[in-house]
């Protein structure tokens, strides 16, 4: 898989990253994508229509004592991914309101359609796929943007954050360290993604 393989690459490869605790998941997400994370701290988000808080601790609570929206989402977005992987239905809708909730009908269509397009041999598959989850919001971040001006004194702060994404990992991905860990086709493969989804927004076509 990779040259250096990362406590996240042995559990991926084993099979154990989808039997993990929540909280031993988080951990090990937190240890694997730290810079990412960090620059997530500093991400915008648009509020929620409600400010609703549930019994359950949220990612960033857990692993900085600290609420951070956008390190919510994108950590709840892996954990969601889990549960697909799982066919956990029940976690995946318990805070969804009741009169929208996703149909089971509905959630076992997409547990099956994930199931049929990812290769659970390959353990390359699932940790691009993570690191795909990981870095998508990175453009929000307004560190990364100032980091990124700081050094190639090209000021991209007025780009759709999915542009700023590409400029980033296109001109210095050294400032998304998770890249480099990727085997060269699946990393080409995801900025490829990047460039794409910086171009065409799919939103529109909901």
Not at 2 to 9: A, G, I, R
């Amino acid at each position: 898989m990779h040259m250096n393989q990362s406590s996240l690459d042995i559990a991926i490869k084993n099979g154990d990253f989808f039997n993990l605790s929540t909280g031993d998941c988080l951990q090990l997400l937190k240890q694997e994508y730290a810079v990412e994370l960090d620059w997530l701290k500093t991400a915008y988000s648009v509020p929620g229509p409600t400010s609703e808080r549930f019994n359950t601790l949220s990612p960033s609570l857990h692993l900085y004592d600290t609420e951070f929206d956008e390190v919510n989402r994108t950590l709840v977005s892996v954990l969601s991914l889990r549960w697909i992987y799982n066919k956990d239905y029940d976690t995946f809708v318990s805070h969804q309101v009741p009169h929208i909730k996703l149909t089971r009908e509905s959630f076992n269509w997409i547990s099956t359609f994930f199931h049929n397009r990812i290769d659970d041999s390959s353990s390359d598959d699932i940790y691009s796929l993570i690191t795909s989850i990981i870095i998508n919001d990175l453009g929000k971040s307004e560190s990364l943007i100032t980091e990124f001006q700081r050094v190639t004194n090209i000021n991209i702060s007025k780009l759709n954050h999915d542009m700023i994404l590409y400029q980033v990992v296109n001109k210095y991905p050294h400032l998304v360290p998770s890249i480099s860990k990727l085997p060269p086709p699946r990393k080409a493969d995801l900025i490829l993604g990047i460039q794409l989804g910086a171009e065409f927004n799919f939103g529109q076509l909901a």
